[in-house]
């Protein structure tokens, strides 16, 4: 959506590194784990921001493509991509409605919800490919207010993906903090 874009490049622009240049740490602890079952290197980070952990996941030597709505977004994450020396395919795409055409080893969804596209995510992860979620849990301690459709339930993570066709090999909710957290990884059958 149009106002999605406009809203994102401002928070973009509006400061030099909006969500930090050090990786998600969730991605940083579990990437032994992530090296040992990918089946293979290509990963997708699903609205990759500013990309933070595109660029990481490229650094432990996945072949990443990053999509994100915001233009402001992907120049940053094109210029710290060339910063860090490692290659990123950084496309500008809008996801609401969006279908993925192709199918990844791993794809990763941190601090953005889009119910819908959870299905195209899973259908487009390779046989025993994984997909880790990590985003907002609504809780009574969260500080910042946010729009409620973009908040996680409780058992919510869980609950969508005991359907599918694969295992949960992580789950985590933390209702403190400032950020109350639902964390999952999945893995596809092979
Ligand atoms: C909180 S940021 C998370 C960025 C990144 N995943 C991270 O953890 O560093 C949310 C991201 O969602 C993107 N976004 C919002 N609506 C979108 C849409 N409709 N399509 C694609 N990206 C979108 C924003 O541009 C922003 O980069």
């Known amino acids: 959506m ?9 928070r973009f622009e509006s400061e030099d590194s909006f969500l930090g240049e050090r990786p998600s740490p ?13 089946p293979g290197v290509k990963a997708l980070d699903i609205a990759c921001g500013e990309g933070r952990n595109s660029i990481f996941l490229a ?34 795409t809008d996801l609401e409605g969006y279908r993925i055409c192709e199918s990844f080893d791993l794809i990763i969804n941190f601090n953005f919800l889009l119910r819908e596209l959870i299905p195209e995510e899973v259908g487009a992860l390779t046989p025993g490919g994984l997909l880790l979620f990590d985003t907002i849990l609504e809780s ?11 908040l996680l339930g409780r058992g919510e993570l869980r ?27 999945f893995r596809k059958s092979g």
């Open 140 to 150: 009574p301690h969260l500080l910042a207010s946010h729009n409620p459709a973009y």
């Open 59 to 92: 650094q432990h030597g996945f072949r990443v493509t990053g999509l994100d709505i915001s233009d402001v977004g992907i120049a940053k994450g094109i210029r710290r991509a060339d910063n860090a020396g490692v290659r990123v395919e950084f496309r500008q």
């Open 2 to 10: 149009e106002s999605d874009r406009t809203k994102w490049n401002q």
């Open 159 to 185: 609950q969508i993906f005991t359907a599918y066709d694969g295992d949960i090999l992580f789950e985590e909710e933390m209702e403190q903090g400032e950020m109350p957290t639902s964390r999952l990884m």
């Open 26 to 38: 969730f991605l940083v602890r579990e990437m032994e784990r992530i090296k040992r079952l990918a």
